[in-house]
């Protein structure tokens, strides 16, 4: 998997940083920092959550990811609910 | 009496809707039944304003999410075919009315207190807060307002200790904000509000630009010395960091307590819990069912754009009603049920799209302090009157109680 950012086009909403705290942090202005570009499989529900909640489309997949990511978009969650 | 009205009345094939609509008196915390029928029966509808215009109103989540986050609508009231909310009054406020990339420029000015880590420093002092305001109802008699109390206090003095604004002031900015937001409130009434908050807070920047202090007003009076905003936009972003910073957040302390009281299990949930995730989960569900930015995001759009078989022509309105999508059946099972157990991170409560609130990780904070603590210190906590006779904020843009009588 592998995470691209687009920083410009951040509005530090910081709701990266809550859906996948390993992936993402903030600079000192709040814009969205990507600590790790290619995360493990087991980060790849956080990372989903983070695409899905991203306020300005900045935090993209890679193409693999991105199909998978839009079926999600919409989605009845399922099971109980999980913060990280 | 409308048998005494002059001039035109509507024709009886006439099938427009108008908006806004109310909601059922018996079910408060639910949309008005009229957008759900609505919601049900297209994505997208027209429906008829005040003036006679007939904007789109985007009823679900999918596609009130697609137009938010699309580039062809613009935020700003000046652009031909923005769906007013009323006549005028208030006028901008700051880069929420304004589009990229002057609206970028302005909202980065503004953005590094509400980072994830600046905002969980505060923690321990919104704690505080929440502790002494709990240890003062506890020491006198009930019943008291818990808005005046305990909902309105919290967010006023987070938002004046992270802005530098002294709030021994609250009672003037709260009343006048209380002005700003009040639909019935006439444009002069609407501008003279915001000239005595703006006035002051213009005074306050002016302060900081002699003497800086370690707060946002003073980052925000940089700016001006740096040239890079003039007196009177520095002084529009105070005003829309103090508005939105105190009258959003107190709404969601004071309903979402009844709407908790009106749910007894979710609130042993609550109360019963250690688990930070159990509140933080909560407190998106609270978020996701009451809406209180009710009266909808609107839009203007500036190039054609095609969406679920329709198309809005450029200088067409858009209203999008985050509390339809959030209570979009195919998003969130069984919508109209509280459930704190439930995934609603994906609500659309704080907005969506590049205009989303700057303010919500600070929201978010303090909703999870509040919930997380009020109803362990006060286990007993109940309303002191009749659910009936609670007065609802039909007549606000920000949807909320008047007031919240409550005992233990």
């Known amino acids: 998997m592998k995470v691209e950012l687009e920083a410009d086009k951040c509005v530090a909403s910081g709701q990266c940083v ?11 202005d709040g814009i969205a920092i990507l600590l790790e570009e290619k995360p493990g499989p087991e980060l790849l529900d ?20 991105q199909a998978a990511a839009v079926q999600r978009v919409g989605a009845r969650p399922a099971g109980p609910a999980h913060h990280v | 009496m409308a048998d005494t009205l002059a001039g035109p009345v509507p024709e009886a094939t006439d099938t427009v809707p108008e908006f806004p609509m109310s909601r059922e008196a018996r079910c408060p915390f639910d949309p008005p039944p009229a957008l759900k029928d609505l919601q049900a029966e297209a994505p997208l509808t027209k429906v008829r304003l005040w003036d006679g215009s007939e904007p789109w109103l985007v009823t ?20 031909p075919g923005y769906p007013n909310k009323a006549a005028s009054g208030g006028g901008k406020l700051s880069f929420i009315m304004m589009d990229d990339p002057e609206h970028a420029r302005l909202r980065r000015m503004a953005t590094a207190p509400f980072a994830i880590k600046r905002v969980e420093a505060m923690r321990p002092t919104v704690q505080k807060i929440v502790d002494d305001l709990i240890d003062d109802l506890l020491a006198g008699p009930g019943p008291v307002d818990l808005v005046d109390a305990f909902a309105l206090p919290i967010p006023s003095l987070v938002i004046c200790e992270l802005l530098g604004v002294p ?37 306050l920047i002016g302060q900081r630009l002699a003497e800086p202090q370690d707060d946002l007003l003073s980052s925000i009076a940089g700016r001006v010395a740096a040239g890079e905003l003039t007196h009177g936009q520095a002084t529009e972003m105070a005003l829309l960091l103090l508005f939105a ?34 509140v933080a989960s ?30 809005l022509k450029a200088g067409d309105g858009v209203i999008l009603v985050n509390e339809i999508a959030n209570r979009d059946p195919e998003v969130f099972a069984d919508p109209d049920k509280l459930d704190i157990t439930r995934d609603a991170r994906r609500h659309v409560a704080f907005g969506f799209g590049i205009h989303q609130c700057l303010g919500q990780p600070l929201a978010r904070m303090e909703l999870q302090v509040v ?13 002191a009157c009749a659910l009936e006779d609670v007065k609802f904020k039909h007549d606000a843009f920000i949807y909320g109680v008047h007031g919240l009588p409550v005992t233990w």
């Open chain 1, 18 to 28: 809550l859906a996948a705290m390993d992936v993402f942090d903030q600079d000192d």
């Open chain 1, 46 to 65: 956080d990372v989903k959550e983070a695409i899905a909640v991203c306020a300005a489309r900045p935090v993209r997949p890679a193409a693999a990811l």
């Open chain 2, 60 to 79: 679900r989540y999918t596609e009130q999410r697609a137009i938010l986050g699309d580039a062809r609508v613009s935020a700003d009231i000046d652009t």
């Open chain 2, 167 to 203: 709030y021994d002031d609250h009672a003037m900015f709260q009343d006048n904000t209380k002005t700003m937001v009040r639909t019935t409130s006439t444009t002069e009434e609407r501008n003279a509000a915001t000239r005595v908050i703006g006035g002051y807070l213009g005074g």
């Open chain 2, 245 to 278: 910073g105190h009258e959003t957040t107190a709404n969601m302390i004071a309903l979402g307590t009844l709407a908790l009281l009106q749910n007894p299990d979710q609130l042993a949930l609550l109360r019963e819990t250690d688990d930070p995730k159990v």
């Open chain 2, 282 to 311: 909560a407190v998106e569900e609270l978020l996701r069912y009451l809406n209180i930015a009710h009266e909808g995001k609107r839009r203007a759009v500036t190039e054609d754009i095609e969406i679920a078989g329709q198309v």
């Open chain 2, 371 to 383: 919930y997380g603590t009020l109803y362990k210190r006060i286990p007993t906590l109940k309303l």
